[in-house]
């Protein structure tokens, strides 16, 4: 099959271009062919990438005939709010003229659905629900993203697929551990990592209130853990830069809460972390905090389960599913019961602190891509025989 993703990719910073690079590699290896189309074109892009969705009506005609010249078998959809931004409405008029041109399947697959909606409200049921109407499949990740499309949406049960986010691959190693104690000045602290852009629905917050707590309750001593903030506020474009600055404010709060804490100095900010640096901080980290109040699934929390570090995750959308077998889980917006998971885990014996993940969300990527293989075929079998019919 000729496959054409429509989402970020490679070289972007992007969960989603990273999930659709490692698809699109499992794919090729069963001997399908795969393009890209991405919502803005970046130095260094690769040869599968066919264009991007431009901003004027000359672009938007030529990506167009480059599609239909190329005539993908099937049409693969890779969405959230923020991978698009102010190319959603772009992207939802060639969906519609992608349905015209081609006789192909549109498949999507919506990556933040309980967290778009809850941002959005009225108008992301309203953007989920014409986006949805515009492909013949919707893949989620999770239970919970199920219902919200099905219920609050209203999108057919029959059209809605459930394939779990994929284990994480490794990425080799450029540092060490000990590297980044003596870059960071960390010494030998206890090191909870939270990692991962930083976004006002992660709960950071809520961490910082949480080791407030437990420093006044004196149940374990907190002089030497460190919270590590191992990432950045996501960059954005036009208007939504606004979500940007949000987060900003956001993460400016966090930090004057800390210092109202006197907990300013456990919190440590590295930036941006470069692919080489990832082994280390999971390395270094005695427990990955997912204080999460709005999420689908967690990328974050598939490298630490692939790294074998503990997760203390709130039960907040697909964390709920994924970890309810783990006693390192509380409530989202409940600093409370997060201190006392904190207390409990520092306390434990190593052995003790094993993080119990459902192996329904630990398929490899070979599996995920099979899965969604079928759904390609399933869904290509049903319009060769509405053609058939109309023939």
């Known amino acids: 099959m000729k496959i054409l993703y429509i989402s970020p990719f490679a070289p972007a910073r992007d969960g989603i271009g990273a999930y659709t690079s490692a698809l699109g590699m499992a794919v090729l290896g069963e001997g399908h062919d795969v393009r890209v189309v991405v919502p803005r074109l970046m130095p260094g892009s ?7 969705i431009g901003s004027g009506p000359g672009e938007f005609v030529a990506l167009r005939d480059v599609i239909v010249k190329w005539n993908p078998d099937v049409v ?60 013949d499949k919707v893949i989620v990740h999770t239970d919970a993203a199920f219902n919200a499309l099905t219920d609050s949406v209203g999108v057919p049960t029959s059209r809605v697929i459930v394939i779990p986010h994929p284990s994480a691959r490794t990425p080799a190693a450029g540092s060490t551990p000990d590297d980044l104690r003596a870059r960071f000045g960390l010494g030998s602290a206890r090191i909870l990592l939270a990692f991962g852009f930083i976004h006002i629905d992660k709960g950071l917050g809520d961490l910082v209130r949480a080791l407030g707590i437990l420093r006044l309750s004196a149940t374990v001593p907190v002089d030497d853990i460190r919270v590590v903030v191992a990432g950045a506020v996501r960059p954005r474009h ?59 699934q967690s990328g974050v929390a598939a490298l630490a389960n692939a ?76 319009i060769t025989e509405d053609l058939r019919r109309v023939g």
């Open 46 to 52: 690769t040869d599968e990438v066919l264009g991007a």
């Open 76 to 135: 693969h959809v890779q969405f959230a709010v923020a991978a698009f931004g102010t190319r959603t409405t772009r992207l939802v008029r060639l969906l519609n003229v992608l349905r015209r041109e081609l006789r192909a399947p549109i498949v999507v697959t919506m990556h933040e659905v309980t967290r778009d909606i809850a941002l959005l409200r009225t108008a992301g049921r309203a953007l989920y629900r014409r986006i949805a109407c515009c492909c």
């Open 238 to 296: 036009g208007p939504f830069r606004a979500f940007e600055a949000r987060d900003r404010f956001h993460l400016a709060r966090v930090l004057c809460q800390a210092r109202g804490h006197a907990l300013r100095r456990h919190l440590v900010l590295t930036g941006y972390v470069p692919d080489t640096d990832i082994a280390a901080w999971f390395g270094a980290a005695e427990a990955v905090v997912l204080p999460y109040r709005r999420t689908d």
């Open 307 to 382: 790294f074998g570090v503990p997760v203390l995750a709130s039960m907040a959308g697909g964390l709920g599913e994924q970890f309810a077998d783990s006693r390192w889980t509380f409530p989202p917006r409940s600093p409370e019961h997060l201190a006392q998971v904190l207390a409990d885990f520092l306390s434990a014996p190593p052995h003790q602190r094993v993080t119990v993940s459902r192996p329904r969300q630990a398929c490899d990527m070979a599996t995920i891509a099979a899965a969604t293989l079928d759904v390609y075929l399933t869904a290509r079998a049903s």
